[in-house]
């Protein structure tokens, strides 16, 4: 069914990518995902019968155990009222709905929402436009710059969270930190004893800088990935009928990796909404719960406050609310699908 | 096919993030190594001198054959839901230190075993009064009272006498003495005070005459939104601005004791006992030589010292426990008359021991002396099963410390920090 994906890429200079070109006149090399199909079209015909169950049974016990289980755990949890006492009494009590009623009408609850959201759209909009940009260098980059590029985005991408966060809180420290020595030397006045974290924004800022610093070397190296598979006579046609770089990346790579930045957006869009390690670590949502999101007002709730019904209810509806917010993403992603 | 795959990667990213929120817990057995069995006992950091507990241990594990007594140290830091977590579990651990604030938030939910009935073998009549009435809901005894302590005021002898300054008796004095140190040395802080040592604060509210929290008929009101908290507040911060500690952190983080004082220049600071232990032991071991000298908390007049946290701990036993009765007889021998005037002993008289007849007498200028002195005007938190849920973090009480100090009204963060605890002390 993905036979008919070169189409786009040979309607790109011209026409807006999309639904024409069933048929492609030239054959330009094959984009990714047909590589790897088109070989397994003469197979895919060998496993009959129980084979395919047989060979997926593994992964989906363990995910109904591992995810499933918890999951319905946590939506029973979610209509309890348990507390300290009813945990230790292992009585639960069941309460309806009152957990949900609790959170729809309090601020508190629609103020993480919102800031949640702002959080991790700014963070995903910085990922993507600084690792397109780092997958494009790497990819006119020579051998060797290229080598120690890709080698440092993944020692960034490497490092385990929780050193990273420690790591940013000493850059960031009030009183030797270099962040203040850097704004000093700059000639700022006020960055003697600067506290960083002394407001919601600033902390989430520099949340923001650490999940994108710790984001970038995925894109970046899957857009360079991507970008291997765009072929190089592309680029001399386009520069023939005179398009500029910018126009190249519009009409030519872009909507040849549309598969790839609709995947990787959405990915991003996950992770750095449920980040909770670095939102945590960073300051335990501090100060006054000023940089909580979602995931750390729920351990908050849960395991700081004992209010572990509360807490599984606030998981559930962040559940909806993401799957409401992604649903508008699937639509796209499935209507790309269509189009090819 | 690719549409399901993606969709299915969709799903499995998501499910993964919100279903990793949740939290484990390990049980081991608490019983048979060697087939002995195990009584398990968790004490604080600080609480139980290493030589006093082995020798507690050695006398109960020779009368008791077959039994091992193992001894875990926890930090105070969290300990809540690390306590609620065990008592929640088949194998609890046995014997549980808790801190007396929060004994009759643990009682409530059930976790602890009654000891009403115990009395006797644990020795209720000689248990100082005051101690006892942590330990006690509704009538009935649900831990036995270890020890208390309250914080006093440490410094620095020579920073404070090159400075010409002597120890003061009231809060003016404290200041003036202070700021000439400030004057004289542009190298020293004056003290050291972080932004949310709540319990210091509590000693100045409860000297303006104010309460974190009062009852109001059967529900508690948080009472930082009054102007006692206001003065309380404003002297604080007085305090706090010539210090050079955060204002967004308290004591603990970093440990003033061992992180922050043995650095030196600290002219002084207000602690614990095992506080002042701890800085003694970190200074000697970097090869220094430490020379403390305590006084109480200045009150507003010399004729007795400011207002101050009665701290301590209570030994409890886990509902759940498997061998009650051997934790009885623990505690029974830890708790008792003979082994608390060793203990009191012990830590020099730093902490006051649950019976009066086993107290210590303490050394001239030692902390226990000073502690000792300000005894008198010792208080507790407000007694009621949901101050529990208030000391948890966030903590509305630091919060509110925190947002004064940077410059916020008074009363509109004590509005605030009221609006938190209402909620929560009268959680049930």
Known sequence: ?340 | MKRKLVIAVGVAAMMTGIAACGGDSDAEGAKDKDGNKVLKVWVMDGSAPDAWIKEVNKEFEAKHEGVKVEVEEQKWNGIQEKVTTALSEDTPPDVIELGNTQTAGYAATEGLADLTGDKDKLGYDGWNKGMVASAELDGKLYAAPWYAANRVVIYDKKIFKDAGVEAPTTREEWLDGLKKIKKSNDKAQPIYLPGQSWYVFAGLLWDEGGDLATQDGDKWKGGLATDEAASAMNFYKELQSLSKAPKDKDEATPQQSTDIVPKGNVASWIGLGWEAGGAVAAIEKAGGKADFGYFPIPGKTADKPGSVFLGGSNLAIAERSKHKDLAKEWLALAAGKKQMAKYSEEVAGGLLPNNDDAQFTPEAGSFAEAMAKSAVSGKVTPVTPGWANVETEPNPVKEYMSKVLKGEDPKKAGEAADKVINERINRK
Not at chain 1, 260 to 274: D, G, N, Q, R, S
């Open chain 1, 1 to 340: 069914m993905t036979v008919h994906s070169q189409g786009v890429v040979t309607s790109a200079p011209e026409d807006a990518p999309g639904r024409a070109a069933g048929d492609a006149h030239n054959p330009p090399p094959p984009t990714g995902p047909n590589e790897v199909l088109t070989p397994s079209r003469g197979r895919r015909r060998l496993p009959t019968g129980l084979l395919p169950y047989l060979l997926l049974t593994p992964a989906a016990v363990s995910l109904l155990l591992l995810l499933g289980y918890p999951l319905i755990r946590n939506v029973i949890l979610s209509f309890q009222k348990v507390n300290a006492k009813e945990l230790i009494t292992r009585k639960p009590e069941w309460i309806g709905f009152d957990n949900y009623g609790e959170l729809l009408t309090s601020s508190t609850f629609w103020t993480v929402v919102v800031r949640s959201f702002v959080f991790m759209g700014t963070t995903v909009l910085l990922i993507m436009v600084i690792g397109t940009l780092l997958g494009i260098l790497l990819n006119s980059l020579g051998k060797a710059m290229r080598l120690v590029l890709s080698i440092a985005l993944l020692m960034a991408w490497a490092t385990p969270i929780v050193a990273s966060v420690t790591v940013f809180r000493w850059l960031f420290d009030e009183q030797f930190g270099v962040a203040n020595w850097f704004m000093r030397t700059l000639g700022f006045s006020g960055y003697d004893q600067h506290n960083w974290f002394e407001t919601g924004t600033s902390t989430l800022a520099i949340v923001m800088v650490l999940i994108t610093w710790g984001s970038i070397p995925f894109v970046a190296l899957n857009m360079y990935a991507g970008l291997t598979t765009v072929g190089a006579e592309l680029y001399e046609a386009a520069r023939m009928d005179g398009a500029s770089n910018t126009r190249i990346f519009r009409s030519v790579v872009f909507p040849i990796l549309k598969p790839f930045f609709l995947i990787t957006t959405f990915l991003e869009v996950i992770w750095v909404f449920k980040a909770f390690a670095q939102v945590y670590a960073m300051n335990q949502g501090g100060p006054d719960g000023e940089s909580q999101t979602l995931p750390v007002f729920a351990y908050v709730i849960g395991s700081g406050q004992q209010q572990y019904g509360v807490a599984a209810a606030i998981s559930v509806l962040t559940i909806l609310i993401l799957v409401a917010a992604m649903s508008f993403y699937f639509r796209l992603i499935l209507k790309e699908e269509d189009e090819q």
